[in-house]
């Protein structure tokens, strides 16, 4: 099987991305990173990696449309054909959700439906819950609302701090998100024509 061009989504310290670039097994290219914040770590990793990167800033737009008409040509010229958002903080509009056509996977930081959005960590935390985990769903319009492919739970020690409890986390993301990755991919090209 070739390998199919992703384009990965991060907007801060990008260790999920991370995680990707250093998973020899994965099953697909990460051609295009795609960030919204200019000052973000994650560029100088894809720059390490010599991965082209699109870097744009919202607020240099009149609208969400007209940035993502941009970033739509950039995925285009990069032959995109799956989009994952790794830390990505900006909801993607109906069109780039539809353009996507279930290509786009998205890895959340909490047990969904439980905790969406933003601030998951602190939110289990607040709630005096007993465990969290990591989600992988896809992405549609809604914030965190995508049929979900994969969960794992991780269980909130009594003196958890956001630190250590996002540390317990991330160590589940950066193994789970490439396996089901590859998964969902291998599964794809199985029924894939190339349209």
Known sequence: ??????????????????????????????????????????????????????????????????????LLKALVNAEVRWMFLAGYMRILSPLLVEVGE????????????????????????????????????YVDEGIDTGRIVAQEEVEILPNDTEKTLKERIQRVEHRLYPQVINDVLIEFSKYDKGI
């Open 1 to 70: 099987m070739s390998k199919i061009r992703v384009a990965v989504f991060a907007s801060g310290d990008g260790s999920n991305f991370q995680a990707l670039l250093d998973n020899e097994d994965l099953v697909c290219e990460i051609v295009l990173l795609v960030c919204d914040n200019p000052g973000a770590k994650v560029i100088e990793r894809a720059e390490n990696a010599g991965i082209p990167t699109y870097v744009f800033d919202p607020n240099e737009y009149k609208s969400k449309l007209e940035y993502e008409l941009h």
């Open 102 to 137: 279930d290509r786009i996977l998205n890895i959340h930081p909490s047990l969904l439906p439980a905790f969406p959005g933003k601030d998951a960590i602190k939110q289990a935390l607040e709630a005096g819950v007993e465990k969290t985990g990591v989600t992988v769903h």
